[in-house]
């Protein structure tokens, strides 16, 4: 019997498609006809966490090198079927995004700065050897499964919907190359509050043995294998009471690059910023060029230069370095109390968040969720 979700593709590649009236694109809507009825939603939602619950819908486009994009469709969530020679599994051509939906007051429903993550998973596949997604299509993706599934939009404080656009070759082969078949998919799930008893700061830990990312690789990609690498540190870090782990350059072991899914930033006793300066082994975060637009338009400095361990362990014991945070989609903002190894402990766990770092956070929650006006006209409203 063929899988549910193989009858759809085999619907949408012939039936003809409806045009939603605002956009370019053709989506065929198949309604999930067992969703999730709404006090068992609505219990989730009241508790969400993260990536713990989906939506009810997915969005799937196809694309072949003789057909480019097509067969657009927001079909029922449901299990993929993968032939087990598909090149995803033996050669990781994966890439992913993560975004959120926010609901503001008035029960509309945005999203921030979603050109950049399109502009950014263009770049990542290009790195994969996967096909680009017009930055349209991306947007107009996730406005199809937000309008499905808009109900699974939380209403509580700083909750949301995580959106999750990722693309796989689904090709049948175990030929070392680039794919001449794809799947792009976008999937919801419902997020809490990072801080669920207000913003603490957190001791991460600093693999001083592992690296994330070389020079020429795939570290601006956002692509899976990155996070695969990231994993053996992340549970060393864990082991040692920290929930995040710091890596260093490749080349000296010196100089702080990210941690696993989120950049960093310093911040001195004169209110500037330090951040590690982009480069092909860091991923160019959403998070972390807003961040920097926000301390530019309040008059704040930003450096964007290499930060090396000594330099932190200096800074902290003579008050340059006042505060040191984290950013990124999942946990917008988040300070840091110590950076740790086997070998030294810089900072004090007993410290609160500072002032600065609350300050930034604040700003970005206000124009997410609707409190403060956009100035940078970065939301984009999805319904």
């Known amino acids: 019997m063929q899988h549910p979700l193989g009858t759809f593709l085999s619907v949408l590649a012939n039936c003809p498609l409806f045009m939603h009236p605002s956009t370019s694109f053709q989506f065929l809507h198949t309604q ?130 995580y959106l999750r656009p990722f693309m796989i070759a689904n090709e049948n082969s175990l030929s070392v190359r680039g794919a001449d078949k794809v799947a792009y998919y976008v999937i919801g799930s419902p997020a809490g509050p990072y801080f669920s008893s207000g913003v603490t700061p957190v001791p991460i830990w600093v693999s001083t043995e592992r690296t994330r990312a070389a020079r020429g690789g795939t570290g601006y990609a956002k692509c899976a294998g990155n996070y695969a690498g990231s994993l053996a540190p992340l549970k060393e870090a864990r082991k040692n009471g920290c929930p995040q782990v710091l ?57 964007e230069r290499a930060i ?24 917008l903002i988040f300070p840091i109390s110590v950076l740790k190894s086997e070998h030294f402990a810089y900072g004090n ?3 609160f968040a500072g002032p600065v770092t609350l300050v930034l956070r604040k700003q970005l929650i206000d124009i997410q969720y609707g409190f403060a006006p956009d100035a940078h006209n970065w939301m984009v409203r999805l319904v």
């Open 308 to 331: 090396g361990l000594t330099e932190v362990r200096e800074g902290l014991a003579s008050k340059q370095i006042t505060e040191i945070f984290a950013c990124g989609t999942a946990a």
């Open 32 to 161: 999930n006809t067992q969703p999730t009825d709404q006090p068992t939603r609505e219990a989730i939602l009241a508790n969400p966490g993260f990536g713990r619950h989906y939506s009810d819908h997915m969005v799937s486009i196809a694309w072949e090198t003789d057909k480019a994009w097509h067969a657009c469709g927001v079909s029922p969530y449901a299990p993929l079927v993968l032939d087990p020679a598909s090149l995803v599994l033996h050669y990781a051509q994966a890439v992913f995004e993560g975004l959120k939906a926010y609901r503001h007051a008035d029960g509309s429903i945005w999203t921030f700065r979603p050109r950049v993550n399109a502009q950014r998973f263009s770049r990542s596949a290009e790195r994969l050897g996967l096909p680009e997604l017009p930055e349209d299509l991306f947007i107009q993706s996730l406005r199809e499964l937000v309008q499905a599934d808009q109900a699974w939009v939380p209403n509580a404080a700083e909750s949301s919907l």
């Open 247 to 303: 890596f260093l350059d490749s080349e000296h072991g010196e100089y702080l690059e990210e941690l696993g899914g989120m950049n960093i930033f310093i911040v001195q006793k004169d209110g500037s910023l330090i951040t590690p300066a982009l480069s092909d082994s860091i991923l160019p975060g959403v998070t972390r060029a807003s961040i920097i637009e926000l301390a530019h338009a309040e008059g704040r400095e930003v450096q």
């Open 349 to 351: 766990e007993s410290n």
